[in-house]
């Protein structure tokens, strides 16, 4: 995701994805994420279903965690 008029495309595609496996009963983990590149704020969102990516997840590794919601059992978000 990007700052200013964007579409937050990884936001959508995490949190539709965390709501249809949480709607099977599979547990999953949305992480939002932020990172410096090329001198501008970038945010990204990801879902990982234990040590499995699920969206978003092929950069992960370049932003630092800013905070993890859990589906558990129940629906979006509650944060961990």
Known sequence: ???G???AKCMEDG???ARMLSRRGYPARLQ???AMIAGELQEHV???KGKYGITGYN???EF???SQFSNG???LPVHS
Do not use: D
Request: aromatic letters at 12%; charged letters at 10%; glycine letters at 4%.
């Open 1 to 3: 995701a990007r700052r």
């Open 5 to 7: 008029q964007w579409r």
């Open 15 to 17: 949190i539709a994805a």
């Open 32 to 34: 939002y994420g932020a």
């Open 46 to 48: 990801w879902l990982t």
């Open 59 to 61: 950069n992960a590794s």
């Open 64 to 66: 630092s965690l800013l």
């Open 73 to 75: 059992s129940s629906s």
